[in-house]
């Protein structure tokens, strides 16, 4: 997810609920089957997509609760629209039946078990998280994830793309943050998605956006929310969608 330090607590409660599931040896299970990265993202966190068509793709972070998944699948669905969400070991585990609803309609990336910060763990620890949210998220929806990363919170060093990139996975970061996350109690509205999207829009941009309520004390969905007007938006200007299929078969732009 692309939250903030101050919505670090939260996540981490979750995390240590998770702890006993992540941490069973999961490095030392037999052979691991790695793809290869294709060279033009090996080493990189990739914000953009390499191409020159008008499209971006729309990402959704779901590693706290699953209010509005309902509601993000109908409204792509209505549109025709592609997305790739990022989903966590412990959201694929807490709620299977919304992670198999979304892996039957979209693309799903890794985005770690129980969502620590990389760059603060051992090697084998990030190693675990990658397993270990792959092995959560097959058993969920009967299918490993696609092999994209993303790193919680966006905090990465390049030892932590060595290591993900070693495990077969793409890592994909952001070209803007809709700030959906932030909650209507700080101001976050549709107007505030709308207007950082545009802004940002280039050829290949990549928005991220969440599922799930912003806090116990502020239960706003702004993404799903915002998500219809967005895409009419995005439209208007001219832009197409894609999904993050193509980082893993590159091909000319």
């Given at each position: 997810?692309?939250?903030?330090?101050?919505?670090?607590?939260?996540?981490?409660?979750?995390?240590?609920?998770?702890?006993?599931?992540?941490?069973?040896?999961?490095?030392?299970?037999?052979?691991?089957?790695?793809?290869?990265?294709?060279?033009?993202?090996?080493?990189?966190?990739?914000?953009?997509?390499?191409?020159?068509?008008?499209r971006v793709?729309?990402?959704?972070?779901?590693?706290?609760?699953?209010?509005?998944?309902?509601?993000?699948?109908?409204?792509?669905?209505?549109?025709?629209?592609?997305?790739?969400?990022?989903?966590?070991?412990?959201?694929?585990?807490?709620?299977?039946?919304?992670?198999?609803r979304i892996?039957?309609?979209?693309?799903?990336?890794?985005?770690?078990?129980?969502?620590?910060?990389?760059?603060?763990?051992?090697?084998?620890?990030?190693?675990?998280?990658?397993r270990s949210?792959?092995?959560?998220?097959?058993?969920?929806?009967?299918?490993?994830?696609?092999?994209?990363?993303?790193?919680?919170?966006?905090?990465?060093?390049?030892?932590?793309?060595?290591?993900?990139?070693?495990?077969?996975?793409?890592?994909?970061?952001?070209?803007?943050?809709?700030?959906?996350?932030?909650?209507?109690?700080?101001?976050?509205?549709?107007?505030?998605?709308?207007?950082?999207?545009?802004?940002?829009?280039?050829?290949?941009?990549?928005?991220?956006?969440?599922?799930?309520?912003?806090?116990?004390?502020?239960?706003?969905?702004?993404?799903?929310?915002?998500?219809?007007?967005?895409?009419?938006?995005?439209?208007?200007?001219?832009?197409?969608?894609?999904?993050?299929?193509?980082?893993?078969?590159?091909?000319?732009?």
């Amino acid at each position: 997810m692309g939250r903030d330090v101050g919505r670090r607590g939260f996540l981490r409660g979750v995390a240590a609920l998770g702890a006993g599931v992540a941490g069973v040896g999961v490095v030392g299970r037999g052979a691991w089957a790695r793809d290869e990265v294709p060279g033009e993202f090996a080493g990189r966190d990739v914000a953009v997509v390499p191409t020159r068509e008008r499209r971006v793709a729309l990402t959704f972070d779901c590693g706290g609760g699953d209010q509005g998944v309902e509601e993000v699948l109908g409204a792509l669905g209505d549109q025709g629209v592609p997305a790739t969400f990022f989903m966590t070991g412990r959201f694929a585990s807490a709620y299977g039946d919304a992670a198999r609803r979304i892996a039957r309609a979209h693309p799903v990336g890794n985005h770690s078990m129980t969502h620590p910060a990389f760059p603060a763990l051992a090697r084998e620890q990030r190693v675990d998280e990658v397993r270990s949210a792959s092995y959560a998220v097959e058993r969920a929806t009967g299918r490993p994830p696609v092999r994209l990363f993303r790193f919680p919170y966006g905090e990465v060093n390049r030892e932590c793309v060595a290591d993900v990139n070693a495990e077969g996975y793409v890592c994909v970061r952001w070209t803007v943050d809709t700030l959906g996350w932030k909650g209507a109690a700080a101001g976050v509205g549709t107007e505030v998605v709308v207007e950082r999207v545009l802004g940002a829009l280039v050829p290949g941009a990549i928005v991220l956006m969440h599922v799930g309520r912003t806090s116990s004390a502020d239960p706003s969905t702004v993404d799903v929310s915002a998500l219809p007007t967005l895409i009419r938006a995005i439209r208007h200007r001219g832009y197409g969608f894609m999904s993050l299929r193509g980082l893993l078969t590159p091909g000319p732009a």
